[in-house]
């Protein structure tokens, strides 16, 4: 018998995919609500920020006890950075206002935490509905996968768990975040259209199904750098950078991800990774009973307790 994982791995460039839609988006959605002073280094900022909201929302959903955030060092090793750019940047992210760092070098959100990221949170729970339900039509997951009354805060924290394993996927290609992501949105981009019809029929895990080369755009370099809110030389230098010339492919201005990229066995290994953790956690949001711990953001967002998933987010006069 066929079990989720096994329908999620056998479909994990479609998973993948529609994931690394919803996921790449609220990612951009982040880095435009932060305070300007981090824009230039919103693609590091933005890894450390989602790494302390999930510890935080982790904690408080195992219980009332509230442990210290995880360490600088322990920030720069998860999401594999140097030490001292995380340690600038939380520094700075909490002059700010949007971490904070306790006594012991503990590194947590401050209390409350800024609202614009607790909607964010919110939304991101929302994305991850939404792309379980695409996939759902699609034919890449069980039927109601993510039922209705699931609960908002465990959505939440599997989508920020998805973040940070498709951030780690890295690993697999020798690429920073920054590239990482930019290889990540060209695949997703250039292959827009994959597996419409017919629907959910045809499996994307070999090496040898990688879509045919009509099926996948060339995607300009200025709508990447407009998407990513990075610079056109970024983008520009990113690509035409030798070591990863083998990632990309070059039509004009436009680029999508190579061959030899897309059939490449780190490529599909990383797929099948995103694919297994996410049947996990799809897993672990069924089981998902609510409890005390399932209050992380309602404090900031003046909700009722205990917290149910509500069909819009509160009115502005609510939030207050
Ligand atoms: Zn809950």
């Known amino acids: 018998m066929s079990t989720q994982l096994d329908r999620m791995r056998l479909n994990c460039r479609l998973v993948t995919r529609v994931l690394g839609e919803e996921v790449f988006a609220a990612t951009l959605d982040l880095g435009n609500q932060l305070p300007t002073e981090l824009a230039r280094a919103r693609m590091v900022c933005i890894p450390i920020l989602i790494s302390a909201t999930r510890d935080m929302i982790d904690r408080k959903m195992r219980g009332p006890i509230v442990a210290r955030g995880p360490s600088i060092n322990a920030i720069a090793a998860s999401l594999d ?37 607790a909607e964010w949170c919110v939304d ?121 010339a083998d990632l990309f492919e070059r039509r004009g201005n436009g680029v999508r991800a190579s061959d030899r990229f897309l059939t490449s066995g ?22 998902h009973r609510c409890g005390n711990g399932c209050t992380a953001l309602d404090h900031v967002l003046r909700r009722p307790r205990p917290w149910r998933q509500i069909s819009t987010l509160s009115s502005s006069a609510q939030i207050g």
């Open 81 to 117: 950075l140097p030490f001292e750019t995380v340690r600038r940047n939380v520094q700075r992210m909490a002059d700010l206002g949007w971490l904070a760092i306790g006594p012991g070098g503990g590194v947590s959100l401050p209390v409350p935490m800024p609202r614009a990221l």
């Open 266 to 287: 780190a490529y599909v290994e990383a797929l099948e990774l995103v694919a297994g953790r996410t049947a996990t956690l799809f897993s672990r949001i069924e089981r």
């Open 124 to 244: 991101l729970g929302r994305r991850l509905r939404r792309a379980a339900a695409t996939m759902e039509a699609l034919g890449a997951t069980d039927a109601m996968s993510l039922e209705r009354g699931t609960c908002d805060n465990s959505c939440t924290l599997a989508a920020l768990d998805l973040f940070l394993i498709m951030a780690g996927t890295s690993n697999h290609f020798r690429l920073r975040y920054t590239e990482l992501l930019l290889v990540h949105f060209v695949c997703s981009a250039s292959v827009a259209h994959l597996n419409e019809l017919p629907q959910g029929s045809a499996p994307f895990a070999r090496v040898d199904t990688v879509p045919d080369a009509a099926e996948r755009a060339f995607v300009p370099m200025a709508d990447l750098a407009r998407m990513l809110g990075i610079s056109r030389s970024t983008v520009y230098r990113l690509v035409s950078d030798a070591a990863q």
